[in-house]
């Protein structure tokens, strides 16, 4: 039996390297609701799994990483 109700595909992102990034919404039973970072490597994959608080605190780190780089190019 799976822990999930549901996994919903959001989107897939290319990344350098090599590497694909899928992110997924995963609902586990009861209702709880995660996002899901997939990251792949070839055969290697690696899975984060964050609740709601912890994909808004990374989310806003890496905006301000990319503002403070995007900045730097021009």
């Known amino acids: 039996m799976s822990q999930y109700e ?5 989107t897939e992102i ?5 590497k694909l990034i899928e992110v997924q919404e995963t609902t586990w039973e009861g209702g ?19 609740d709601p608080e912890t ?6 780190v890496l905006a301000d990483w990319a503002a ?7």
Do not use: C, H, Y
């Open 14 to 18: 290319q990344a350098p390297w090599n």
């Open 68 to 74: 403070k780089r995007a900045g730097a190019a021009d």
């Open 32 to 50: 709880f609701k995660m996002v899901r970072l997939r990251i792949r490597e070839g055969k290697r994959i690696t899975d984060l799994e964050l």
């Open 55 to 60: 994909a808004t605190a990374l989310g806003g």
């Open 6 to 10: 549901s996994i919903t595909d959001l």
